[in-house]
Nanobody, 123 residues
Framework: VQLQASGGGLVQAGGSLRLSCTAS????????SGWFRQTPGKEREFVAA????????FYADSLKGRFTISRVNAKNTVYLQMNTLKPEDTAVYYC?????????????????WGQGTQVTVSS
């Protein structure tokens, strides 16, 4: 599975962005997916995850209510809608995929990673 993340950019605080993660391969609909973010000098941080069908979603507690993960398997794409963005949301955002997880939050649960997309929120 190859993943391509896109949709990052520069946005003012309070604004919104939608990230996309598009996968190659016909079996992506059987993979669980997650979004993580990372800033320089810090560990990769869990943002959100979604199971293969989209029926189960998970969020970092601090992001609940502002971020929404979803997927359209017919398009091999997972989305991360980010609203009411804050400067502290500035990071490189990565999408990831795995056949299945015991726990969706650790980054080492995931086998496949996209290249990352930069999100910068100005104050």
């Amino acid at each position: 599975v190859q993943l391509q993340a896109s949709g990052g950019g520069l946005v003012q605080a309070g604004g919104s962005l939608r990230l996309s993660c598009t996968a190659s391969g016909p079996t992506f609909s059987s993979y669980a997916s997650g979004w993580f973010r990372q800033t320089p000098g810090k560990e990769r941080e869990f943002v959100a995850a979604i199971n293969w069908s989209g029926g189960r979603t998970f969020y970092a507690d601090s992001l609940k209510g502002r971020f929404t993960i979803s997927r359209v398997n017919a398009k091999n794409t997972v989305y991360l809608q980010m609203n009411t963005l804050k400067p502290e949301d500035t990071a490189v955002y990565y999408c990831a995929a795995v056949r299945g997880w015991y726990d969706p939050t650790p980054h080492d649960e995931y086998d496949y990673w996209g290249q990352g997309t930069q999100v910068t929120v100005s104050s």
